[in-house]
């Protein structure tokens, strides 16, 4: 029986990416580095797991990812403006909340996901919220949802994940959960190929889905 719900963050709470790329560019500009297409395929995972990869992908000399990441949350907040809820959120959110326990699981630092937190007064939705600083393996490892399994105390069959990114189904899988796929980042055809359960367009859509999933 499906008792909670978790909710990734980026890309599937808030449309974050436009204030991520600003701080990013900003900061590998200072690297002499331009991000490309190969940024995507990193998508979804724990920010150190990201730097990590970006300092060997692009082969940056003299950084760490711990020193991009600290840059990354002192500057971060200068762009919160450009930070937006998806289009129904707040409905959904209340919809499920009657229904169902609900946790937020995001790869981003606790840093950053106060500030959208609170930039957008999601606390009164969330039992537990569980960070990229809260485990020691990010997406497509399954602790982040196993922790936040742990955390609220059920078991990972009466889980439901609601993800945007390749990296985060995977995770949600691993861990022995039920996933929906969102279309803000990636293809319905590449979240059903990830092994999301059902994919929707839009937060809209997701009591359907929903309803669809327990009842299999």
């Given at each position: 029986?499906?008792?909670?719900?978790?909710?990734?963050?980026?890309?599937?709470?808030?449309?974050?990416?436009?204030a991520h790329e600003k701080a990013d560019a900003h900061i590998f500009k200072?690297?002499?580095?331009?991000?490309?297409?190969?940024?995507?395929?990193?998508?979804?995972?724990?920010?150190?797991?990201?730097?990590?990869?970006?300092?060997?992908?692009?082969?940056?000399?003299?950084?760490?990812?711990?020193?991009?990441?600290?840059?990354?949350?002192?500057?971060?907040?200068?762009?919160?403006?450009?930070?937006?809820?998806?289009?129904?959120?707040?409905?959904?959110?209340?919809?499920?909340?009657?229904?169902?326990?609900?946790?937020?699981?995001?790869?981003?630092?606790?840093?950053?996901?106060?500030?959208?937190?609170?930039?957008?007064?999601?606390?009164?939705?969330?039992?537990?919220?569980?960070?990229?600083?809260?485990?020691?393996?990010?997406?497509?490892?399954?602790?982040?949802?196993?922790?936040?399994?742990?955390?609220?105390?059920?078991?990972?069959?009466?889980?439901?994940?609601?993800?945007?990114?390749?990296?985060?189904?995977?995770?949600?899988?691993?861990?022995?959960?039920?996933?929906?796929?969102?279309?803000?980042?990636?293809?319905?055809?590449?979240?059903?190929?990830?092994?999301?359960?059902?994919?929707?367009?839009?937060?809209?859509?997701?009591?359907?889905?929903?309803?669809?999933?327990?009842?299999?």
């Amino acid at each position: 029986m499906i008792s909670t719900i978790f909710f990734d963050m980026d890309g599937v709470v808030s449309n974050t990416e436009p204030a991520h790329e600003k701080a990013d560019a900003h900061i590998f500009k200072g690297y002499n580095v331009t991000l490309d297409e190969r940024w995507k395929g990193i998508k979804g995972m724990r920010e150190l797991e990201v730097y990590r990869k970006a300092i060997d992908m692009y082969s940056i000399k003299g950084a760490t990812p711990e020193e991009i990441l600290a840059k990354k949350i002192q500057i971060f907040g200068k762009f919160k403006e450009d930070i937006r809820l998806f289009s129904g959120l707040h409905s959904a959110l209340a919809a499920v909340k009657g229904k169902y326990r609900v946790a937020l699981v995001s790869s981003s630092p606790r840093a950053i996901v106060e500030i959208v937190v609170r930039r957008f007064e999601l606390e009164k939705y969330f039992e537990q919220i569980v960070t990229g600083d809260d485990v020691k393996k990010g997406k497509p490892d399954p602790e982040p949802y196993l922790k936040a399994a742990a955390e609220m105390r059920v078991k990972p069959g009466e889980c439901v994940v609601i993800e945007d990114s390749i990296n985060g189904i995977m995770s949600a899988r691993a861990a022995g959960m039920k996933c929906i796929g969102i279309t803000n980042s990636f293809s319905k055809e590449e979240l059903l190929r990830a092994g999301a359960d059902e994919v929707i367009d839009v937060m809209v859509e997701l009591p359907i889905a929903l309803e669809s999933i327990t009842k299999g």
